[in-house]
Nanobody
C-alpha cells in the first residue's frame, strides 16, 4: 500500500549538517501524516519529528527542537528532515514513517508504514 525509501544518511562531524529525504510511493500522499523516527544502538526506536497531511503543523522531540526541521512536498510525494548542529547522540538509524491520520502519533502503535532506514553517524 505504502512504500517509503530514505536517503541522505552518512558520516559527519559534530556541528555539521545533513538533509534526509524520503520518497513515498502512494496514490494519496496528502492523506498521510509523515514522521521521522530513529533508533540508536541498544535503544528503543523513538519519535524525532512529524508533520500533518498538508504540512500545516510540525512536531519535534525535545532533544532535536531548534536543530531539526521537517518538511514535505505533496506534489513530489517527499518528506525531508534538515538536521543542523548534529551531535554524537544523534547517531542512529533514521526511519521514514507514514500514518493514515492527520496528526502523527509519537508511539509505534496503530497503522504505521516504515522505510528501511538510513544511518546517520556523528563523530565527536
Amino acid at each position: 500500500q505504502v512504500q517509503l525509501a530514505e536517503s541522505g544518511g552518512g558520516l559527519v562531524q559534530a556541528g555539521g549538517s545533513l538533509r534526509l529525504s524520503c520518497a513515498a510511493s502512494v496514490r494519496t500522499f496528502g492523506s498521510y501524516s509523515m514522521a521521522w523516527f530513529r533508533q540508536a544502538p541498544a535503544k528503543e526506536r523513538e519519535f524525532v519529528a512529524g508533520i500533518t497531511w498538508k504540512g500545516g503543523s510540525t512536531y519535534y522531540a525535545d532533544s532535536v527542537k531548534g536543530r531539526f526541521t521537517i518538511s514535505r512536498d505533496n506534489a513530489l510525494n517527499t518528506v525531508s528532515l534538515q538536521m543542523n548542529n548534529l551531535q554524537p547522540e544523534d547517531t542512529a538509524v533514521y526511519y521514514c514513517n507514514a500514518q493514515p491520520i492527520v496528526v502523527p502519533k509519537r508511539d509505534q502503535y496503530g497503522v504505521h508504514y516504515w522505510g528501511k532506514g538510513t544511518l546517520v553517524t556523528v563523530s565527536s
